[in-house]
């Protein structure tokens, strides 16, 4: 399993829209995507609805984990996550 950290930067946070392009990006990954904030529990990044739950504010920082030995797919997937979620 790969972890990566990043910094959410648009002024909405992970709300609807950006959650909605966070999680199809998740959902079309060809290894697991597990997100949450550091000392909470994880969620599966392909799912819209728990990745709200998240509360994650414009500042927050979130932990991505991924199923998979493979870090260049592992970079490749990240890179899309966050421009979900960075300005």
Do not use: W
């Not at 909605?20 to 819209?48: H, Y």
């Amino acid at each position: 399993m790969i972890e990566r950290e990043c910094v959410i930067t648009v002024k909405v946070g992970l709300h609807a829209r950006p959650a909605n392009e966070f999680a199809a990006v998740a959902k079309a990954a060809p290894c697991e995507v597990l997100v949450g904030k550091p000392g909470q529990p994880l969620v599966k990044g392909n799912s819209p609805l728990r990745l709200l739950t998240l509360k994650a504010h414009e500042g927050d920082t979130l932990l991505i984990h991924f199923d998979t030995d493979d870090q260049n797919l592992a970079e490749d997937i990240y890179s899309k996550l966050v421009a979900t979620i960075t300005e």
